[in-house]
């Protein structure tokens, strides 16, 4: 309302240079929002058949996770990303459905428009060759948005519907156990470094020679990647068999041999540092206090 009122001032009451000063005005609008943190907003899933994408786009607030343009954009870039590819760069380039704008520009509308800074923060896509690309939303807000998206890939000739029904149940142990390598070969080297300094340390603290401080180690390492392999972890629907056996049974189910390839998970805001605000003082200076 502000900003409407102000642009009339500028132009002497003309309803139409008004709308024009608007929309000049849009690009400055959005640049000087660009500093303030946004960690709130939504992942976006879209996932059919051997393809999947998720992204995720910051604003400033809750609110306009629950704004109807807002969700509109989510799913479109999300739908965009699943068609023309997940990279970042490329994806803000692409062209916005129906509107002869490019998803970055589209972005920089909704911020003038709603009055929030907002990002198009990241993007990842999970494929197949053979088998199907298995979605899940926590917390969704509508159907395919919320606040932590999963891909889960399985590569498998069998019967497709059987497939989607155990991608689905994996996606979901994926959104709540938060594993962070698919195999033990695949956890990041630098994390595991740290693991293993850790390890020895408190090993050491017992007093015991080097050479049963090293099995120690080992033992303990076990334990670590059944925390944070995603193959290796207790399967959280029944509590008792570890994912990978869980994948190897699932052939005699489909059909046909069943290989977990790739998981995404996605949650709303993780790595952001967040404002800490003092509400009561927020409103205080807003009224003048």
């Not at 990303?81 to 920089?108: C, N, R």
């Not at 003038?112 to 807000?141: C, D, P, W």
């Amino acid at each position: 309302m502000m900003d409407c009122k102000k642009a009339l001032n500028e132009t002497a009451g003309d309803l139409e240079q008004a709308v024009d000063w608007l929309r000049k005005k849009g690009l400055a609008a959005a640049a000087k929002k660009s500093g303030r943190v946004a960690a709130e907003g939504l992942v976006g899933v879209a996932a059919e058949g051997t393809h999947g994408a998720v992204v995720e786009v910051n604003a400033e607030t809750d609110f306009v996770a629950r704004n109807e343009q807002f969700q509109d954009f989510v799913r479109k870039v999300t739908a965009i990303a699943a068609a023309k590819g997940a990279d970042i760069a490329a994806l803000a380039q692409q062209a916005y459905p129906g509107e002869g704008k490019s998803v970055a520009e589209k972005l920089t509308q909704l911020i003038a428009t709603i009055g929030e800074n907002m990002n198009l923060r990241r993007a990842a896509e999970v494929k197949v060759g053979q088998g199907i690309v298995a979605s899940y939303v926590h917390n969704a807000t509508v159907p395919g948005l919320g606040k932590i998206g999963v891909l889960v890939g399985l590569e498998s000739t069998g019967d497709k519907e059987k497939l989607t029904a155990l991608g689905k149940q994996l996606a979901m142990h994926v959104a709540a156990a938060n594993p962070q390598a698919l195999t033990i070969a695949e956890v990041d080297p630098k994390q595991l470094e740290r693991e293993r300094s850790i390890l020895a340390e408190q090993a050491r603290a017992s007093g015991k020679p080097e050479e049963i401080i090293a099995k120690m180690v080992e033992g303990r390492l076990r334990k670590y990647y059944e925390d944070v392999v995603l193959l290796e972890q207790l399967y959280v629907v029944d509590g008792e068999s570890r994912v990978k056996q869980i994948v190897e049974q699932a052939a005699k189910t489909v059909g046909a041999p069943v290989k977990l390839v790739g998981f995404v998970r996605m949650a709303l805001g993780e790595g952001i540092e967040r404002e800490q605000k003092d509400f009561a003082a927020e409103v205080a200076a807003q009224l003048g206090h």
